[in-house]
């Protein structure tokens, strides 16, 4: 195919195909971009064509690729990827006019204990913009950068998609919560002996706190799991549970009272909370403001030490 050729493509259906191989199902696909199912159908019917092949057969309820779709996917995504750099690059960008969507993952510590004043911070520039917020753990975050569903992403990470950038913006400070009952520091023993809380997602009981504890050869007792921290602060007001939490989130609950924090009785190693983005976005002039304005504030809300 020449250049001349490219006239007979839709970039449409090119963004349907790649959609296709990720979800591997009509329905998704059409969730995920936004159209109903028979327009899917329709862009299927013409890629079919247009390759004169048929791209996807079924196998059960899943599309399975066929080996001239797999080949074509191998390609297509830096073509794209270069098509959306070159375009963007193109246009300026004045926050206070625009009214751009930015699609960002961010974890739940960061969604309940950093997005609130992100969220200000960002509106009072750019008012119009609309900002669409995915759950983004680590075990999520390379699949959605992957996909292009986020452009950026906020989160403890361990392993990124071949086409995504990274910057650390701060240390994740582990701090203890409990109830305000007016007792005095926690001891180390007060720590092992009382009930836990722990926010885990996927319903495991430990973590990498219970790793530091072990190194001074103790355990602690983790009586309850919940799956998000914005319910945290409910649970430990009036209780005798303790947790074990982020720096940030912790500031977040105290300010509800009835909570108090305090630095744990023991050394724990701080995490990093990464931000990470589509190398295809590393010069779109949106997608830069908003990355220098996460980290602007990223950096300007490190707690210095104990709340």
């Not at 493509?9 to 199912?37: C, P, W, Y």
């Not at 999520?140 to 906020?154: C, D, N, R, V, Y």
């Not at 650390?168 to 023993?189: C, E, F, M, Y």
Request: aromatic fraction near 6%; proline fraction near 7%; charge should be negative.
């Amino acid at each position: 195919m020449n250049r001349n050729d490219l006239r007979k493509v839709d970039l449409h259906l090119l963004i349907v195909f790649e959609s296709l191989m990720h979800e591997r199902n009509l329905t998704r696909t059409a969730e995920k971009l936004f159209l109903g199912q028979p327009a899917i159908s329709a862009a299927l019917l013409r890629l079919r064509a247009f390759f004169d092949d048929q791209l996807f057969v079924r196998n059960g309820r899943a599309m399975e690729p066929t080996p001239r779709a797999l080949d074509i996917h191998r390609r297509l995504p830096e073509a794209l990827d270069g098509i959306a750099q070159a375009i963007s690059e193109l246009q300026a960008f004045d926050p206070a006019s625009s009214d751009a969507v930015f699609r960002i993952g961010m974890s739940d510590d960061v969604e309940c204990g950093l997005l609130p004043g992100l969220l200000s911070q960002l509106r009072t520039e750019a008012p119009n913009c609309v900002m669409v917020v995915r759950p983004a753990n680590f075990l999520l975050l390379p699949g959605l950068l992957a996909t292009g569903e986020i452009s950026t992403g906020i989160s403890y990470t361990t392993q990124l998609p071949a086409n995504a950038k990274c910057r650390t913006l701060r240390n994740i400070k582990a701090v203890a919560i409990r109830a305000d009952d007016g007792r005095g520091p926690l001891t180390l023993d007060d720590y092992c002996e009382r009930p836990h809380a722990l926010v885990s997602m996927s319903g495991d009981l430990s973590g990498n706190i219970d790793d530091d504890l072990a190194r001074h050869g103790r355990r602690r007792r983790v009586s309850l799991a919940v799956p998000h921290f914005s319910g945290l602060g409910a649970l430990i007001r009036n209780s005798d549970f303790i947790a074990t939490i982020p720096d940030y989130v912790a500031a977040a609950l105290v300010c509800g009272g009835g909570i108090v924090a305090e630095d744990p009785p023991f050394d724990i190693v701080p995490s990093k909370l990464m931000m990470v983005w589509r190398a295809a976005g590393d010069q779109d002039p949106a997608e830069r403001w908003l990355r220098e304005r996460i980290v602007s504030y990223m950096t300007a809300s490190e707690a210095p030490g104990p709340l």
